[in-house]
């Protein structure tokens, strides 16, 4: 039976932006391929780095280092 994808993080190598990919249904159209960043809004990066999308929130270590980035 097909699942649907789960749910990851697309990050900007360059300045740490980070967009959460959610897929509704397991049968991906365009528009859920749109979801996906081509160009980081924040600095104009074209390379992203894929990582889990965990929903139990950050560590205390990544929090701090959002805040002194």
């Given at each position: 039976?097909?699942?649907r994808p789960n749910p990851f993080k697309m990050c900007c190598t360059n300045c740490?932006?980070?967009?959460?990919?959610?897929?509704s249904s397991d049968c991906l159209d365009?528009?859920?391929?749109?979801?996906?960043?081509?160009?980081?809004?924040?600095?104009?990066?074209?390379?992203?780095?894929?990582?889990?999308?965990?929903?139990?929130?950050?560590?205390?270590?990544?929090?701090?280092?959002?805040?002194?980035?």
């Open positions: 039976m097909p699942r740490g932006y980070e967009k959460v990919v959610h897929f365009a528009d859920d391929m749109a979801q996906i960043p081509k160009v980081c809004p924040k600095c104009g990066n074209d390379k992203f780095e894929r990582k889990p999308y965990t929903d139990t929130g950050y560590s205390m270590f990544d929090l701090i280092k959002r805040i002194f980035k």
